[in-house]
């Protein structure tokens, strides 16, 4: 393999939707080799990122910090990711905000309101709730009118929205979470990463606590609303009916559709598929949920 040959792997990588296990191997070896040579910041990143979606926390955590030692702001933020929710170990909050903060004061929003986050926590610094809310109202000016979906859009509205539910201002509060989640839905179709569904979970059990769920008219990531208890849900995909089964077995919800099973919705959410494609890439289409009805026996 040479320098051309390495980086032709890459791009061609960039192009692809679904990559392969070979894809992904073929890909880790050339970033390794650009890394060995060329000693580049953002081959570091972009391997130490392959990593972190394949849950590879460990490597990723390695060409993070590679990356960090040249400044890389990026690098700084997404290590802050891995020292914050303790991907390696045990979380370390002490170097989470120092990267989240150094990578915020070079303009990065996702560390700005991750900073906000450990104010309002306690985490590592003294508990502020009001320097919480200072930080999100003045990031929300900076993103209230993006277009590119990997833009922290829901993230921020959804945190904005929590404090107008707080203020009392109910219908504004609802008026965020549903942008957000429209927002998050084209997300998801093109980047399903497992931190996005994490994000669509939280928006809306939020939601519906403000509002309640109309089960006349749901949408596809209502399920994590209503696959809660025990129900079927049908809905139409291209005319063909399918039926979505949440049950109890062994006294543990699990997920029943189209012949298979899911330990929970999470699993169903992120590894669902009719045929050989994921849902979620069809979540954003006509995905008609046309009925839901209680269940009250066991799965077969």
Known sequence: MDVQKAKQIVRAFDR????????IFMVTEALSFLISELKDPKDMLYLGGIYYEMKEFDLARKYYEMSAEYDFEPAHACLGYIYYYGRTGDPDYEKAFLHFEKSAEQGNLQSAYKVADMYKNGYYVPKDYAKYVQIIEELWPKVEKVQYTEEPFP?????????????GKTEEAIDLYLRA???????????????????????????YELMPLDEDNMDFYDLYEVLK?????????????????????????????????????????????????????RAHQ??????????????P
């Open 16 to 23: 692809k939707s679904k990559p392969s296990d070979d894809d």
């Open 155 to 167: 993230e921020v509205a959804t945190r904005l929205a929590a404090i107008r539910a707080k203020q």
């Open 181 to 207: 989640k429209s927002f998050l839905e084209q997300r998801i179709q093109y980047h399903p990463f497992f931190g996005n569904f994490s994000i669509m979970k939280w928006l809306i059990r939020d939601l």
């Open 229 to 281: 208890n025990p129900c079927t849900v049908t809905f139409y995909f291209k005319n063909k009916p399918y039926d979505v089964v949440s049950g109890i077995e062994d006294g543990t919800l699990v997920i029943s559709f189209d012949g298979k099973y899911y330990r929970d919705i999470d699993d169903f959410m992120q590894q669902g598929t009719i045929g050989d494609e994921a849902i979620s890439s």
């Open 286 to 299: 006509s995905l008609l949920l046309c009925g839901k009805t209680g269940l009250n026996r066991r799965l």
